[in-house]
């Protein structure tokens, strides 16, 4: 089973929709992150989580916000969707403790906003 | 704002060659560095962490270093396959809580 899962895998929508995107993990870790990533470019960071009740905002947060409802769970909200929010979404955790910070990431969303 | 950048975009090599992935970093205050792996539609898979107090890690045919003093880590793969081919990011941690991403070199190993 996936430590970390997404759904959904994909999703297709029509602009000024809201859209939202889950994330869960049964790896007991209380650091949580999403990204989006672009064709040729890198992983940009939207926002994290430290634990339920910290949220921080990333390099690209405008036309996002953020749910932590659970340690197990982070959810990323798109109010009203544009075109250029196509992307491919990821979330991803990491534990401070013993692995050293190391990322875990899910398979990721691919969103496509018409 | 700390820069992380993948030369080559694409790489292609024949199977069972020795290759080595570059990725350069602007910040030397780097806490750690990780090493992905991602195929076509997937997600990234950790392949190999390295502490800022360490110089190299280790993985089967895997092996990454850091050298923070010239703001570089390579990822060398011993014996490539068909199997490794993907897309290798790299990744560069600083504070403790910000991961700053390379765009990632695109290998393909061919039979």
């Known amino acids: 089973d996936a430590d970390v899962t997404q759904t959904p895998r994909n999703r297709i929508t029509k602009t000024g929709k809201r859209i939202m995107l889950e994330c869960s993990q049964t790896k007991g870790h209380d650091r949580m992150y999403w990204y989006r990533q672009d064709p040729g470019l890198g992983l940009q960071l939207i926002y994290y989580s430290f634990d339920v009740k910290d949220i921080n905002k990333g390099e690209i947060s405008d036309g996002y916000s953020v749910s932590r409802q659970a340690q197990a769970k982070f959810s990323l909200s798109l109010e009203s969707a544009i075109p250029n929010q196509t992307a491919l979404y990821f979330c991803a955790t990491s534990d401070p403790g013993l692995l050293n910070n190391e990322q875990f990431f899910g398979p990721g969303t691919r969103l496509t906003v018409l | 704002k700390q820069e992380v950048t993948q030369i080559p975009a694409a790489l292609s090599v024949p199977e069972g060659e020795n290759l080595v992935l570059n990725c350069s970093f602007t910040?030397?205050?780097?806490?750690?560095l990780q090493w992905f792996r991602q195929d076509p539609g997937k997600g990234l898979t950790s392949l190999l962490l390295i502490q800022s107090s360490q110089r190299e890690q280790t993985s089967g045919r895997l092996n990454a270093s850091l050298d923070k003093s010239s703001g570089r880590s390579t990822l060398y793969i011993a014996a490539s396959q068909p199997g490794d081919s993907a897309t290798y990011l790299c990744?560069?941690?600083?504070?403790?809580?910000?991961?700053?991403f390379g765009s990632g070199t695109k290998l393909n190993v061919k039979p």
């Open positions: 990744a560069g941690q600083y504070n403790f809580n910000k991961f700053y």
């Open positions: 910040d030397s205050a780097i806490y750690n």
